[in-house]
């Protein structure tokens, strides 16, 4: 099941979370793995190489087109091909809509956004050819509002639309484009929120599955989107989420 054997596949913010999880979960699969990160993903890179796949690691700025078109273009230089496109990449930042600055909400738009679809645009002519897919990273911040978060929420609710219409453009070519959305999952970007006994217990509180979000319950379900067993899906938003929006 979810034979990826000799696939290529590229995943943003692969250094560490919830893209460390998806890259290595690719790689025990059979895939061969760039690691695009603006931090050093040189640890990915290893973990996958213990597994006999090859990996790669590119620095890139997802915020920045030119950045992109690099790791796109250095992908292809050593890899020849590109199968798999995971965006992942992604920064959070909270605070007040009505003091919030327009410096805080561009970069969340930038990374989050309009790097997802910069990616997917530069990925789009090897993606064709190999007849491959992508997967976005949303969240269920995409669905629904969370307090102090317009921006982000702003952002995710923007992928989910990306997702269905590139889905809709890219099915003539072959191209598949789907989304999953994580809940809570233990990473570095909720480690502050997590570290408050209250509201950690307010959110198990709201989970039919009672515990935090793993990095590899959300990689598992990107391995069943980017398979061929998934060859029949796309535009679709796959929620991770241990039942948290199943409820009021
Ligand atoms: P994380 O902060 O641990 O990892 C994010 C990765 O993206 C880091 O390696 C970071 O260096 C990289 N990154 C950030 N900005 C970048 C840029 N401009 N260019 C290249 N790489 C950049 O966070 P986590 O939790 O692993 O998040 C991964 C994705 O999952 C994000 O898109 C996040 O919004 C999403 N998500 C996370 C949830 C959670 O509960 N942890 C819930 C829902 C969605």
Known sequence: MFELKNKVAVVTGG?????????????????DVVVGDIING?????????LRRKSMFLMVDTSDGRSIKNMIKETVKSFKRIDILVNNAGIYRAGESENFS???WSKIIKVNLSGYFLCCKEA???LKRSKGNIVN????????????SAAYCASKGGII??????????GQYGIRVNAV????????MTTGILSSKQAKRGMLMKLPIKRIG??????????????KEASYVTGTTLVIDGGWTSML
């Open 124 to 126: 789009f002519p090897y």
């Open 214 to 227: 793993n990095p590899e319950d959300i990689a598992n379900g990107v391995v069943y989107l980017v398979s």
């Open 102 to 104: 327009e410096e805080d």
């Open 181 to 188: 959305c994580p809940g809570i999952i233990r990473t570095a």
């Open 161 to 170: 639309m990306l997702t269905k219409t590139l889905a809709g453009d890219w």
């Open 15 to 31: 250094a560490r979370g919830i893209g460390q999880a998806i890259a290595i979960s690719l790689a025990k699969q059979g895939c």
């Open 42 to 50: 040189e640890n990915t890179v290893k973990k996958i190489k213990s």
């Open 137 to 148: 990273v949303a969240s269920i911040a995409g669905l629904m509002g969370f307090s102090q």
